[in-house]
C-alpha cells in the first residue's frame, strides 16, 4: 500500500539495500529469489530464467539482480555515467499480472522513491534484440526525466510468440541510487554506510577491463572461439540438451560484443554474426520448449 | 435526445498514437449514426495517455426503420433455399408474394415500420467498431486474446444516462472510471458526460488535448517572456509533450553554464530528442543554459526541477567528454580509419568512397571553377566524423560534427562549412546550400551514392527505397537548379563509373549509366510537377535537351509556365499551331520532304517576305545568346512573331497551285517552327 507518511526528501538509500530491499519486496510478491546468472551476459533479460521461461505455457515469477556486461561501454572509469559493467535487478512475471503497474510504483517506494513527489512518466519505447530474436512493447519509466527502469511486455523471444505474454522490469540499480543518493558520479555511489564507495568496488576493474575490451583482447583467438562455442551449441542442439546449449549461446554473444568493441567487425559483418547467434538461439529455445513438456 | 459516451482506460498509449486512435473513433461512430439514420447534434473526441474519449450529445434514442418492400429469391429457386430465405428473415410463407421485375419473377416481402432503440445499435456496433481499431503497433498481454497499443483496463459505456451494456474480449463495460491511474483502485460511478467531466477536473486532468496544447504554449510563453528569453516553439514537439501529459506543469530549468561550449546541434537534440525539452535562445539568438521543462506532476518539494537539471547535465558531461576527445584527433591522421569501415556491400570501404570523391571532386570543381585542391582536401576529411564516438552518439548528426572538427582543427572556413553541409538537402524542403564548395561536396556524394548503388543494381522499387536514392536525386536536381548552375551530369556519372572501375569494383557501365539517367530525368520531372508545371510544358522542355542540361530544363519550363495562359503565351502558342497544323497535314498528304530552307527568290509577296524576316532575325538572337539567356526576353520575342505570322496566314493561300511557290511557303513555315524549337518543343503542348 501507499506509505501515509509524508517524506521530506527523496529517502536515502545505500546500494546494497537498494538491491536486498527489491528483493524483499518481490519476494513478498510471489517471485522466485535467483542469484546472477554464473556467466557474463550483457542484460538481466539474458538469463534463461526470463529468456527460456518466457517460452512456453508454465507460469513463473522470479527476480534476480544481474551483472550486465557492455563491452563497448567502458570508458576506463573516467566518464561519471558509463560502465562496462553494471547491475540490472530483473522481475519476469508470466502471464503479465492485471495489476502490474501498481506492484512497480509500490516497489519504487521500497527503495526510497515516493511517486507521488515525482514526475514518474511512462514513456514509450519498443524493445527488441536482434540476437536474441526477441520483440516486446512497453515503456521506459522516467522519474523526473531520468529513466529507472524499463518496463516489456514480451510479444517475441528466440522467434517464438510468448503465450502467455510475461512482463519484464529491468531496474537500473547504479542510475536509481545515483538518483536516491543525489550523486553526480556513480563512483561516489555509497554501498554500505559503513564507508565503502562504488569507486572501491569497481573503478579498478573498470579501467583494466576497458584496457581489455577496447585494446588487449586477443581477437584472433575471440574469432576462433566464436566458432568453436557456435559448433558446440550446435553439436548440443542435436544432442536435445537446451541449458548447456543456451549457455554456448551466451558465451557466443559476449565474445561477440567483445569483438565489436574492439572495432574489428565491419557493419556487414556485423549483422552476419548477429544472425548466426539468433540461430542457434533459436535452435535451444525449440528444444527447451519441446522438453518442458 | 440523449448523450452517448465512451471512455477506454488503458495503461499509458504512446503519445503518436493518440491523433489517429481518436480520429477513428470520432469518424467510425459518426458514420455508424449516419448509416443507421441516428442524428445527432454534437460529437468530440479527447485522450490523454491513460484515457480515450468519445461523446455525443443530441442523440436520438430510437429510429424508426420505415416500412419497406424487400427483394428475396428467384421463384424459380429450390423449396429448400426458399425456406432457408424464410428462416433467416423469420418470415412465413404467407408474408411473401410474387412480383415480375425485368431480371424475372422474384419474391418479395413487405418489412414493417420498426422501432429501434439506439442503445441497442451501440451494444451491438461498439465492439465492432473496437475491433477495427488501426494501431500502428499493437501488442498482446497476459492471457488475454485482445490487441490493443497498450493493455485495455476498463470501458466505460454511457447512453441516455444508462451503462451500454456489452462484452468486448475478456472485458465488459461498465459505468464507472478509474480515478488513479496508478493504481487503478478508486472508481467513480458516473451518470452523465457532465458527472464524468467534474470527476476529470477533479483530478486536475486537462483531456481535452487542443486545450491542453494551448495551456502548455501560453504558460512557456509566459515563463519565457518573464525571463527574457525566447522559445521558437517546435510543434512536433508540443505535440508529442501535450500527448504525454494530462496535468501539464511547466518549469524552468537550467543546467551549468559551462555545457554551453559544446556545439549548440548537441545541445538541441539533447534537449529536445532526448529529454522531450524545450531549449531557449537570448536576444541575440544565442542558446542559453536555461530550458523548459513540461512535467506531468506537481512539484510541490522542487524534486522535479532537480531531477530534470541533474539528468541534462549527466547527458552534457557525457558529450562533452567526447567533444573535447574528438575535437582535437587530428582529421587527416584519421582518414586511414575509414578502411575498417564497409560502406556497402560491392562498393567497398568508407576509403574506397573518399578515393572516388576525391577525383570526383576535382573534376566537379572544373565545372564549378573552383579550388580542385580545396575540394579534395574536403572530399577527404568529410566522411572522418563517422569514426568518432560523437556521431557514435547522434548519429543525425553526422556532417555537422565533421564541420566542427574541421573548424576547430584550423581548416578554411569554406571546406569546413562544405563538411558541415555535405548531407544536405536531405529533403524536398530541406535548406539547401549555397556556398559552391558545399553544392560541390553535395554533389560529389550523392553521385557516387547513386552510380555506387545503380552500379550493384539496387535500385528503388517503386514503394521502397532503403538507401534513399529518390532523395539523393532530388538533392542533385535542386543542388543544380536553386544555385542556377549548369552542370553535365552525363558527363560526371560516365567519369565516376571509370573511379569505380579504378577501384575494382565491375559494373555493367552503359547500363548503369543509362538507367541512372533516366532516373534522374523521372526525379526532375516529378520535381517540376512539384513546382506546378504543366506536364506538356514539361515533356515539351525534356523533349528539346537532356540530362546536361537540368537546369535550362527547368528554367524555360518555369518560364513558359508562368504565361502559359496569359495572352502572350496563346499568343505563341497560337502562332506556332498554325504554321504546324499546316504544316503535319500537307507533308503527309505530299509526303514531302523539306529542308529547312526557303528561296526568297520565289516569294510572292511581301507577307512571306515579312515572315522570312523575322525567322532570320529570330535565328540570329538564338544563335548569338549565350548561357545567360534570359527567357523571358526569349519569350516576349517569340510572341512578337505572331502578328507577322498571322497577317501572312490572313492575306495567303500556302496552297499555290504552282508546287515549287507552295513548297517554298511549307519550307518558311517549317522555318519558322523549328526556329521556335529552339526555345522548347511547342509540338508537344496541347493547345487548349
Request: aromatic share 12%; hydrophobic share 35%; charged share 30%.
Amino acid at each position: 500500500m501507499v506509505s501515509k507518511k509524508k517524506k521530506t526528501k527523496p529517502k536515502y538509500q545505500n546500494f546494497q539495500d537498494t538491491i536486498l530491499n527489491l528483493q524483499k519486496y518481490w519476494s513478498k510478491q510471489g517471485c522466485v529469489i535467483l542469484q546472477p546468472y554464473d556467466m557474463e551476459v550483457g542484460a538481466g533479460t539474458f538469463h534463461p530464467a526470463t529468456t527460456l521461461r518466457s517460452l512456453g505455457p508454465k507460469h513463473w515469477r522470479a527476480a534476480y539482480v544481474q551483472p550486465s556486461r557492455r563491452p563497448t561501454d567502458g570508458r576506463y572509469g573516467d566518464n561519471p555515467n558509463r560502465l562496462q559493467h553494471y547491475y540490472q535487478f530483473q522481475v519476469i512475471i508470466k502471464p503479465s499480472p492485471k495489476n502490474i503497474k501498481k506492484l512497480y510504483l509500490n516497489s519504487l517506494n521500497t527503495i526510497g522513491i515516493n511517486y507521488k513527489d515525482h514526475d514518474i512518466r511512462f514513456v514509450e519505447d519498443d524493445w527488441e534484440s536482434p540476437t536474441l530474436g526477441a520483440a516486446g512493447l512497453g515503456w521506459e519509466v522516467w522519474c523526473d526525466g531520468m529513466e529507472i527502469t524499463q518496463f516489456t511486455y514480451f510479444q517475441q523471444m528466440a522467434g517464438f510468440e510468448c503465450k502467455p505474454v510475461s512482463v519484464e522490469l529491468t531496474y537500473g540499480i547504479e542510475r536509481i541510487c545515483m538518483f536516491t543518493q543525489q550523486k553526480k558520479n556513480v563512483y561516489d555511489l555509497d554501498w554500505n554506510s559503513q564507508g565503502v564507495k562504488y569507486r572501491e568496488v569497481f573503478h579498478q576493474a573498470e579501467k583494466e577491463f576497458s584496457s581489455y575490451n577496447f585494446e588487449l583482447a586477443n581477437t584472433d583467438n575471440l574469432f576462433k572461439i566464436f566458432e568453436m562455442t557456435e559448433q558446440e551449441a550446435n553439436n548440443l542442439i542435436s544432442k536435445n540438451v537446451s541449458l548447456p546449449a543456451y549457455d554456448q549461446c551466451l558465451k557466443a554473444s559476449h565474445i561477440f560484443n567483445i569483438l565489436d568493441a574492439r572495432g574489428v567487425i565491419s557493419v556487414a559483418q556485423r549483422a552476419e554474426y548477429i544472425g548466426r547467434i539468433r540461430d542457434i538461439t533459436k535452435g535451444v529455445a525449440e528444444i527447451w520448449i519441446k522438453n518442458q513438456k | 435526445m440523449s448523450e452517448f459516451f465512451l471512455e477506454l482506460f488503458t495503461e499509458e498509449v504512446p503519445a503518436k498514437l493518440q491523433s489517429g486512435a481518436r480520429n477513428f473513433l470520432l469518424t467510425n461512430f459518426e458514420k455508424l449514426f449516419h448509416e443507421k439514420s441516428v442524428i445527432f447534434k454534437k460529437s468530440l473526441t479527447y485522450s490523454v495517455p491513460n484515457r480515450l474519449l468519445i461523446y455525443f450529445d443530441g442523440v436520438n434514442k430510437q429510429i424508426i426503420e420505415k416500412k419497406e418492400e424487400k427483394k428475396g429469391p428467384s421463384i424459380l429457386v429450390q423449396k429448400q433455399a426458399l425456406d432457408g430465405f424464410l428462416k433467416s428473415n423469420k418470415l412465413l410463407e404467407k408474408d411473401i408474394f410474387k412480383k415480375k421485375t425485368d431480371k424475372g419473377e422474384f419474391y418479395f416481402y413487405i418489412k414493417p415500420e420498426k422501432k429501434i432503440e439506439t442503445l441497442n445499435i451501440l451494444k451491438d456496433s461498439i465492439p465492432k467498431i473496437l475491433d477495427r481499431i488501426d494501431w500502428k503497433k499493437s501488442m498482446r498481454w497476459g492471457n488475454n486474446s485482445l490487441i490493443w497499443a497498450r493493455p485495455l483496463k476498463s470501458i466505460l459505456a454511457i447512453f441516455d444516462n444508462k451503462i451500454v451494456d456489452f462484452n468486448y474480449h475478456h472485458l465488459s463495460s461498465t459505468n464507472y472510471t478509474y480515478l488513479d491511474k496508478e493504481f487503478e483502485e478508486k472508481t467513480k460511478k458516473v451518470r452523465s458526460y457532465k458527472d464524468y467531466r467534474d470527476s476529470i477536473k477533479k483530478l486536475d486532468i486537462i483531456i481535452d488535448q487542443n486545450e491542453r496544447k494551448d495551456f502548455i504554449k501560453k504558460e512557456i510563453d509566459k515563463i519565457s517572456k518573464k525571463n527574457n528569453l525566447k522559445v521558437e516553439i517546435n510543434h512536433f514537439l508540443l505535440e508529442e509533450v501535450t500527448n504525454l501529459v494530462e496535468q501539464p506543469n511547466i518549469l524552468l530549468c537550467k543546467f551549468d553554464k559551462k555545457f554551453l561550449q559544446i556545439p549548440r546541434e548537441i545541445l538541441i537534440i539533447t534537449m529536445q530528442n532526448h529529454q522531450k525539452y524545450f531549449h531557449t535562445l537570448d536576444n541575440k539568438g544565442n542558446i542559453t543554459n536555461q530550458f523548459i521543462v513540461v512535467a506531468n506532476n506537481k512539484d510541490l518539494k522542487g524534486f522535479i526541477r532537480l531531477g530534470n537539471e541533474r539528468v541534462v547535465e549527466a547527458r552534457l558531461r557525457d558529450a562533452e567528454f567526447f567533444w573535447n576527445k574528438n575535437k582535437n584527433q587530428n582529421l587527416l591522421k584519421q582518414i586511414s580509419k575509414l578502411k575498417t569501415m564497409n560502406y556497402f556491400k560491392g562498393l567497398g570501404s568508407y576509403y574506397d568512397k573518399m578515393q572516388r570523391m576525391r577525383k570526383l571532386g576535382g573534376f566537379i570543381s572544373d565545372h564549378l571553377l573552383i579550388s580542385k585542391e580545396k575540394i579534395e582536401i574536403a572530399c577527404s576529411i568529410c566522411k572522418v566524423d563517422l569514426v568518432s564516438d560523437l556521431v557514435g552518439e547522434f548519429p543525425e548528426l553526422q556532417g555537422i560534427m565533421g564541420g566542427y572538427f574541421a573548424e576547430e582543427q584550423g581548416f578554411e572556413k569554406d571546406v569546413s562549412l562544405s563538411i558541415k553541409e555535405h548531407y544536405l538537402p536531405n529533403s524536398l524542403e530541406s535548406k539547401i546550400p549555397k556556398k559552391y564548395f558545399s553544392v560541390g561536396l553535395s554533389l560529389t556524394d550523392k553521385l557516387d551514392t547513386l552510380v555506387g548503388f545503380f552500379g550493384i543494381n539496387l535500385k528503388p522499387s517503386s514503394s521502397k527505397d532503403p538507401f534513399a536514392l529518390r532523395r539523393a536525386a532530388i538533392g542533385i536536381i535542386r543542388l543544380i537548379v536553386e544555385n542556377n548552375i549548369d552542370l553535365k551530369i552525363k558527363d560526371l556519372i560516365n567519369y565516376s563509373l571509370v573511379l569505380y572501375q579504378e577501384n575494382n569494383f565491375v559494373f555493367e557501365n552503359k547500363v548503369t549509366q543509362k538507367d541512372l539517367e533516366n532516373f534522374i530525368l523521372e526525379r526532375l520531372k516529378y520535381y517540376m510537377k512539384e513546382k506546378n508545371i504543366r506536364s506538356d510544358v514539361i515533356n515539351a522542355s525534356l523533349y528539346t535537351f537532356g540530362i546536361n542540361h537540368i537546369n535550362k530544363i527547368y528554367r524555360k519550363s518555369l518560364a513558359f509556365n508562368k504565361i502559359i495562359n496569359k495572352e502572350s503565351g496563346l499568343d505563341i502558342i497560337a502562332s506556332y499551331k498554325r504554321a504546324l497544323n499546316i504544316l503535319e497535314s500537307e507533308v503527309q498528304k505530299n509526303n514531302l520532304e523539306l529542308s529547312e530552307i526557303a528561296d526568297p527568290g520565289l516569294f510572292k509577296n511581301e507577307f512571306e517576305k515579312k515572315l522570312y524576316k523575322k525567322i532570320k532575325e529570330l535565328k540570329k538572337y538564338f544563335v548569338n545568346i549565350n548561357n545567360d539567356e534570359n527567357y523571358e526576353i526569349t519569350l516576349d520575342n517569340l510572341r512578337s512573331a505572331k502578328p507577322v505570322i498571322f497577317e501572312f496566314f490572313d492575306n495567303i493561300i500556302v496552297n499555290d497551285e504552282n508546287n515549287a511557290i507552295r513548297k517554298n511557303r511549307l519550307e518558311l513555315l517549317q522555318m519558322f517552327c523549328k526556329t521556335f524549337d529552339n526555345y522548347i518543343n511547342f509540338s508537344k503542348i496541347e493547345s487548349v
